[in-house]
C-alpha cells in the first residue's frame, strides 16, 4: 500500500519562501507525483507535478516561475520550494502520486494516492 505524506507547511510574510517535502514509502516509487492546493470555499487545484524520473514537469500558470518541484535522490521524496509568495498561495496543500507512467495529470481525480495535507498560510 503506497502513502505519501506532506511536511514542511507554516507561516511565512509576503515574498518569503518555504519548501514542502512529500515522502512516499509501500511502493517503487517511480509513481508521478503531483502536488495540490485548496483554499476555503474553493476548489482543489493543480499546483505542479513531477515524472517518476524527476525529468518531467508541469506547472500551473498561477506558480510558474516562482514554484519549483524537484525529486530527491532517492527519488522517494519529492519537493515544492514555493518563493515570491503571496496571500493568494494560502492554502492547504496536498501531495498525490499515481503509477501511469509519464502521465503529468492536472485533474486530481486521476491521482490515486493523497496525503493528509499540510497549512501554507501567506500573511500580507
Known amino acids: ?25 509501500g511502493g517503487t516509487f517511480s509513481y508521478v507525483t ?3 492546493r485548496q483554499a476555503p ?9 513531477i515524472s517518476g524520473t524527476g525529468g518531467s514537469t508541469v506547472y500551473a500558470d498561477s506558480v ?3 514554484f519549483t518541484i524537484s525529486r530527491g535522490n532517492a527519488k522517494n521524496t519529492v519537493y ?23 502521465m503529468l495529470y492536472r485533474t ?9 495535507g499540510t497549512q501554507v498560510t501567506v500573511s500580507s
Open 108 to 116: 486530481a481525480s486521476m491521482y490515486d494516492y493523497w496525503g493528509q
Open 64 to 66: 510558474k516561475g516562482r
Open 80 to 102: 515544492l520550494q514555493m518563493n515570491s509568495l503571496n496571500p493568494e498561495d494560502t492554502a492547504v496543500y496536498y501531495c498525490a502520486a499515481h503509477s501511469k507512467t509519464g
Open 41 to 49: 470555499g474553493k476548489e482543489r487545484e493543480f499546483v505542479a507535478t
Open 1 to 25: 500500500q503506497v502513502q505519501v505524506a506532506e511536511s514542511g507547511g507554516g507561516l511565512v510574510q509576503a515574498g518569503g519562501s518555504l519548501r514542502l517535502s512529500c515522502a512516499a514509502s
Open 34 to 36: 503531483g502536488w495540490f
